[in-house]
């Protein structure tokens, strides 16, 4: 019971609030190109440069990878990337460079570079079409520690994550944990906890703590990789390399799934990810820049402060009662508030950049919960008082009602008090059909969502 307990605490945990240092729809594109093309050729094997490219474009850093056909192209890629390099095999067909003798490390001179070449191309002479090349790597020097980063597929689960120990012994060591995608912060560093390895990434012996908080952007980052992109069916990156000064992944293997199998039979997630693709900019009436977009874990601080701008006339109309403010911005409820099942519930947070802090503020909220076991919803509106009036209640309900029609609902309403004129209009607005009851003493807007409204 307290394992538990404590489990349940520690999921409810709010996430940092990370900066976002790459274009999410960029990566997609780049990874769905590569993705592409892999298929257009009729191959389930991504090669190591086309893996790494997929990572990159995920935010995961990669070491630089060259691309040589002959010999004489690895010499030369050798000599730009430094004194010491490593080779490995380029294949389409080989899963496990190790295994064929693929991998050549430490070389320093232009013979032993090739020397290293014929050999790899030697070691899969009996595999037809296994050579098309070697990959150049510069030798990396780290006194840090090899971890690996996988996905693979569980019959039940859908895709699964594996964080732990990496290396040529990862089999052997067996330290590792299992987790879901997708990860935030809190749920990357509770991952990581469970490994052996974690005591010895905080720093031990002397030897300086990795840096935490970025290995847990690329957990994240990587987790968000196998959410977002189905057709990859398993991927292994080791080792990645981890040290107080560097973090690089120095090997990477994509498996897809078959292009037999058709697109909605592809594994689906346990957990629904982010709905991105409800995000959208939009601008207020006096011309304020604003994103409208869901809700995530990371924005409680942002709800505290959003509370506090609430008069006690609206909070009245949406509670139908008046809360205190520290009843309303306490942890164990805003985290059920922000933390919540997209297949369940939508929110969408109104954000508007706030000009003298540059930082950002929530300046309005709208939640559909769903009903168990019916196709129906309950919708709200929250909008800061000092933005009210500015068109945005009338946005938040446009978007809602579109949210509703593709998760398929068919009915969505609302218990409005009577004395709530405004919110009264703005179901009028957008096409609710308000009704009175007269034992409730409320009314209630209700709309069918067989067909879509002109905004």
Known sequence: MWRYSDNLRALYETPALGADKFDIGLSRTRTETTIHAAQKADRTLLTEPESKEILEAYGIPTVKTLIATIAKEAVQAAASLGSTVVLKLYSEKVIHKTDVGGVKLSLRT????????????KGVREIPGAFLGVVVEPMVQTDGYELILGSSIDPQFGPVLLFGSGGQLVEVEKDFALG?????????????????????????????????????????QFSLLVAEQSWIKEIDVNPFVVSAAQMLALDARIILHDQSVPKEDLPRLAIRPYPQQYSSPWKLRDGTSIMIRPIR??????????????????????????????LRIAHERLTRICFIDYDREMALVAVRQEPEKKEPEIIGVGRLVKRHGVPEAEFAIEISDRFQRQGLGTRLLQLLVEIGRQEGLEHIFMLILPENYSMLQLAKKVRFTVTFDRLETVNQAELKLGRRIET
């Not at 995608?181 to 031990?204: D, H, S, Y």
């Not at 030897?207 to 994240?220: G, I, K, M, N, T």
């Not at 409680?300 to 949406?318: N, P």
């Open 180 to 220: 879901l995608p997708p990860l935030n912060g809190t749920l990357a560093r509770r991952l990581m906890e469970q490994t052996r390895i974690f005591t010895a990434l905080k720093g031990v012996r002397g030897r300086p703590s990795v840096d935490l908080a970025q290995l847990e952007r690329v957990l994240v």
């Open 297 to 326: 874990p990371e924005d409680e601080a942002l709800m505290v402060k959003f509370h506090g701008t609430l008069s006690e006339e609206t909070v009245f109309f949406r509670y139908f009662a008046q809360q205190k403010l520290e």
């Open 110 to 121: 232009e013979d032993e570079v090739r020397r290293a070449y014929s050999e790899i191309e």
